[in-house]
């Protein structure tokens, strides 16, 4: 499923960064009861880190918020439920040069979950988590190419009644400017 989205990071000297992103699936649909029906899966972080680590290797603690959100337009009541998850970000990133072009970069966060929808009685332990890497090479001076894999997955558990998991796996192809 193709999705949009925009990425965008601020340096802090040379080792503070924040960064946000958000990302939205163009076209998607679900068969629902023999029919189609449009469904939406987005995704939207901000987030700090700093370089603790700042070398040949780069590794810093990231903190954050995000939201991640899954939707159908349907009413029939064999659909999956609409979702919305509301995180913190409680993770380390790393990244390591290889030569002058390229770079490899890691994330692996523990997600809580804060709030979202809908709202369940009595509310259930939410949380999730976040592993993803990426291999960028540096095209131009100022402009890079990346692939990347992310699997973001979230579970909710009830006392003795069981619970669900949703899981959000992604690939990624991109172009980017750094100045």
Known sequence: VGTGGFEGAIGIGGRAHVRGSFEHTLVMHTDVSGGGASTAIGRAEVAASYDVVH????????????????????????????????????????????GSRWALRGLAAFEPVVGGLPAMQPAPSRWGFDVGAAVEAQVTTHV?????FDYQSFAST?????????????????????F
């Open 55 to 98: 070398g040949k290797v780069e590794l810093a603690p990231v903190v954050g918020f995000g939201l991640r959100y899954f939707s159908i337009d349907s009413a029939s009541t064999s659909r999956s439920p609409d979702v919305e998850y509301q995180y913190i970000m409680l993770g380390a990133s790393v990244g390591k040069q290889l």
């Open 144 to 148: 890079f190419a990346r692939a990347a």
């Open 158 to 178: 009830w006392d003795m009644k069981g619970g669900t998991t949703d899981a959000y796996p992604s690939g990624t192809l991109a172009a980017g400017a750094s």
